[in-house]
């Protein structure tokens, strides 16, 4: 099994920066990618952002420009740049990550990230 704990959300103003972090630990050879998606009050969980083993990012159109992801293999954490948050961007945070072999999704408890206007 692989285990995956979020953190660094809370509350910033808008035009603010926050940065999420992700730690890896269990069956870590089993990921092929990670990324972060989020669910606002009432919405579906959308994607946010996703970066594979070697390294390759995709964005939502709503935070290309503003987020950057990334990640440490040594530490097995994945990061969530956040610069120009709006509050559009309030939602819990999760962490993802997939494996192709086991076909399975793993997934974090989820951070609050609140952005007051």
């Known amino acids: 099994q692989v285990q995956l704990v979020e953190s660094g959300g809370g509350l910033v103003q808008e035009g603010g920066s926050l940065r999420l972090s992700c730690a890896a630990s269990?069956?870590?050879?089993?990921?092929?990618?990670m990324g972060w998606y989020r669910q606002a009050p009432g919405k579906q969980r959308e994607f946010v952002s996703g970066?594979?083993?070697?390294?390759?990012?995709n964005y939502a159109d709503s935070v290309k420009g503003r987020f950057t992801i990334s990640r440490d293999n040594a530490k097995n954490t994945m990061y969530l740049q956040m610069n120009s948050l709006k509050p559009e961007d309030t939602a819990v945070y999760f962490c993802h990550a997939f494996s192709t072999r086991y076909s399975q999704n793993y997934w974090g408890q989820g951070t609050q990230v609140t952005v007051s206007s």
């Open positions: 269990g069956s870590i050879f089993r990921i092929n990618a």
């Open positions: 970066i594979t083993t070697g390294g390759v990012t």
